[in-house]
């Protein structure tokens, strides 16, 4: 599994959770899937939704300013996010500590993320 597909898989669910509705102006053209914790930064939140927020083009070009991370903290599971962050540095850690192999992890977020999309009806 590529990681473009799940990257896929998870703007689309992203979406779907924020019901195609960006969280801070309440828009509902343009929306784009922002990670919380950059995609970069922590394996294990790649393709967690609880790293997504649902933003409008706007929202999204200003979200990694002072005063929109102020005003997106409330909206997610910040205690979760910086957890895990900490928890976790490398994802040799992460898949070590959940007893899982690195395919095998990424079918699961597959499934997790598609049955997300379908909840709403949507094509994966």
């Given at each position: 599994?590529?990681?473009?597909?799940?990257?896929h898989?998870w703007?689309?669910?992203?979406?779907?959770?924020?019901?195609?509705?960006?969280?801070?102006?309440?828009?509902?053209?343009?929306?784009?899937?922002?990670?919380?914790?950059?995609?970069?930064?922590?394996?294990?939140?790649?393709?967690?939704?609880?790293?997504?927020?649902a933003?409008?083009?706007?929202?999204?070009?200003?979200?990694?300013?002072?005063?929109?991370?102020?005003?997106?903290?409330?909206?997610?599971?910040?205690?979760?996010?910086?957890?895990?962050?900490?928890?976790?540095?490398?994802?040799?850690?992460?898949?070590?500590?959940?007893?899982?192999?690195?395919?095998?992890?990424r079918?699961?977020?597959s499934?997790?993320?598609?049955n997300?999309?379908k909840?709403e009806?949507?094509?994966?």
């Amino acid at each position: 599994m590529k990681n473009a597909y799940l990257d896929h898989l998870w703007s689309k669910a992203v979406k779907v959770k924020w019901n195609h509705c960006c969280a801070l102006c309440f828009k509902t053209d343009g929306i784009e899937s922002h990670h919380i914790v950059h995609r970069r930064k922590s394996w294990p939140l790649r393709w967690d939704v609880e790293n997504g927020i649902a933003l409008c083009q706007m929202c999204h070009t200003l979200a990694d300013t002072i005063n929109y991370i102020d005003r997106i903290r409330p909206l997610v599971a910040w205690d979760y996010l910086g957890d895990m962050q900490t928890m976790y540095k490398l994802k040799y850690d992460f898949l070590l500590d959940k007893s899982i192999g690195e395919e095998e992890y990424r079918k699961m977020k597959s499934e997790e993320l598609r049955n997300i999309i379908k909840s709403e009806g949507g094509n994966v």
